[in-house]
């Protein structure tokens, strides 16, 4: 094609001439490269030449995106062909409770990176997680606690992720670790005590003083029983002085008094009030 120019030398006046007939024709040019490409068979790995990013973030941390699907499976169309070119998330993801919920971006907020960033910790979540950890609220709602009024993300910044007992809470005792905690409470119904292994009497003294005073000065052997030899299972618990001593008296004695505090008074101190 050859191009006329009015006066030699003249650029402003060759470009205000042809200026619509050249951008014109690139445009048509360009459209006509996409359309073709548009229709045709791209494999997922050409991705990668230009969505570089995309594909860094998936083989870092895309889980089972990253190994069990393509591109295409969740990207099968390109503009211009379509403008929404991401599958729906039901689409692959549905069956179970948690994937009725709707609304997936408002935990998992990058699809390539669906469980690195898995909330913002700014929006409160509590179905979402229920309704995978169903067994999880409901040892909540069986046992009240401040914990059950807070949102998950309250606690658990990231899937999977369990803080410790001493990011929120201070020690009864000096020197007392997340792991004892764990003795006495659970997460989760922090309230409701059992006492599981060994469990120092210093621990329970802290609530139980007069009992820790009473132990202390007292010369029976209950003096130097660890708490939870005789209190074991849900707190509080008391258990039979049979269980441990049978009838140690003739019956004629037994047969006499209700129970054996009725002369020892009581089980800390052990002394005889005949």
């Not at 999880?136 to 606690?155: D, I, K």
């Not at 905690?181 to 139980?208: D, I, K, Q, W």
Request: net charge negative.
């Amino acid at each position: 094609m050859r191009f006329f120019i009015p006066e030699e030398g003249c650029i402003v006046c060759f470009f205000h001439t042809y200026s619509r007939a050249i951008m014109s024709l690139i445009f048509i040019s360009l459209f006509s490269c996409v359309a073709i490409a548009s229709d045709l068979e791209i494999p997922a790995d050409d991705c990668a030449g230009c969505h570089v990013y995309q594909l860094q973030m998936i083989v870092a941390d895309g889980g089972k995106h990253a190994t069990e699907v393509s591109c295409l499976d969740c990207h099968p169309r390109h503009p211009p062909e379509a403008e929404n070119t991401i599958t729906a998330c039901v689409s692959c993801h549905e069956g179970q409770p948690h994937f009725q919920i709707g609304s997936c971006r408002h935990c998992h907020i990058n699809p390539h990176m669906p469980m690195a960033h898995l909330r913002d910790p700014l929006k409160p979540v509590r179905e979402e997680c229920l309704s995978c950890h169903a067994g999880v609220g409901q040892e909540m709602a069986a046992a009240p606690s401040r914990h059950a009024e807070f949102f998950c993300n309250r606690c658990h910044n990231q899937h999977k992720e369990i803080p410790g007992c001493l990011d929120c809470h201070e020690t009864h005792l000096q020197k007392q670790s997340a792991e004892d905690c764990l003795h006495c409470h659970s997460a989760h119904r922090p309230l409701r005590v059992v006492v599981t292994g060994y469990v120092p009497a210093a621990f329970c003294a802290v609530c139980h003083e007069e009992e820790a005073r009473e132990l202390a000065v007292t010369n029976t052997n209950h003096g130097g029983v660890n708490c939870n030899y005789c209190h074991k299972g849900l707190h509080p618990s008391t258990p039979s002085c049979q269980e441990c001593h049978g009838l140690p008296h003739p019956q004629a004695i037994h047969s006499q008094h209700r129970t054996c505090l009725d002369c020892h008074e009581d089980a800390h101190r052990m002394v005889s009030g005949r």
